[in-house]
């Protein structure tokens, strides 16, 4: 999918993440105590893996899933304990090598079957493979819809089962926040989440050439302080 859009935000996301907000990162997704805040962000953050993890088999044997923006690879971790062979691929070389790191504590979990190949580079690349499942957990956030649509299309002639996705609901709360974030100097700013319409997100899944063999299934809002996100099912007609 070339899409200039698209193209200026990974670039965008890629310097964020891999220089700038790498050891928040790290300190967010570990164990250690963090303020009222981001505590709310964590709990957030572990209800949503939760429940995409819920809709996607218990035995994953013989599956292949892509984890598209695993981040330090707690969902992929997931998956390979259920059997999956899961190619794990983020922006961020540095929250890959986090990531390895991490997974080494937990290979004892993973059974002969499942496994997890890290990569760095673009969740879109086709030379990745097919695969049964895709999960997109808050990678999308950070696009406006047309670019989450194409994303959608670019993995649709590879997945045989679902692609999972969350994306930010567009809601008064977010939309207030968004706006504020405006104020800040640009080198201070994280890339901008863009709230999307859920309405007009499923029209544009609808109207999309690319995704006609496959319908929206299940939707689940996860709300905690300083997080909203909102998980969508696009399966396999």
């Given at each position: 999918?070339?899409?200039a ?12 993440f ?7 990162w790290?300190?967010l997704?570990s ?8 505590a709310?962000v ?63 504590q937990?290979?004892?979990?993973f059974?002969n079957?499942g496994?997890?190949d ?14 049964d499942h ?31 996705i969350?994306?930010a ?12 974030g405006r ?10 989440i ?10 544009g899944?609808?109207a ?9 299934a299940?939707t ?8 909203t996100?909102q998980?969508?099912e696009?399966?396999?007609?």
């Amino acid at each position: 999918m070339e899409h200039a859009t698209y193209q200026a935000r990974r670039g965008e996301i890629e310097t964020y993440f891999d220089r700038t907000a790498v050891k928040a990162w790290e300190h967010l997704t570990s164990d250690a105590p963090v303020g009222r805040i981001r505590a709310t962000v964590r709990a957030g953050r572990d209800r949503m893996r939760a429940t995409l993890l819920s809709w996607l088999p218990a035995d994953m044997h013989g599956m292949r899933l892509l984890d598209a923006g695993c981040g330090t690879g707690a969902l992929a971790v997931e998956a390979a304990s259920r059997g999956a062979h899961v190619v794990a691929i983020d922006l961020s070389p540095t929250l890959v090598e986090l990531a390895v790191r991490r997974v080494a504590q937990h290979l004892e979990t993973f059974d002969n079957a499942g496994h997890i190949d890290f990569r760095s580079g673009d969740m879109l690349d086709a030379g990745l493979g097919h695969f049964d499942h895709v999960v997109a957990m808050d990678s999308l956030i950070h696009y406006e819809a047309h670019d989450v649509v194409r994303a959608l299309e670019a993995w649709a002639p590879r997945v045989s089962r679902s692609m999972l996705i969350t994306f930010a609901p567009r809601t008064p709360a977010l939309a207030a926040m968004h706006a504020v974030g405006r104020f800040f100097p640009r080198g201070d700013r994280a890339p901008s989440i863009e709230p999307v319409a859920e309405t007009a997100l499923k029209r544009g899944l609808l109207a999309a050439p690319g995704l006609q063999a496959f319908c929206d299934a299940r939707t689940e809002r996860v709300a905690s302080g300083f997080y909203t996100s909102q998980a969508l099912e696009i399966a396999r007609s």
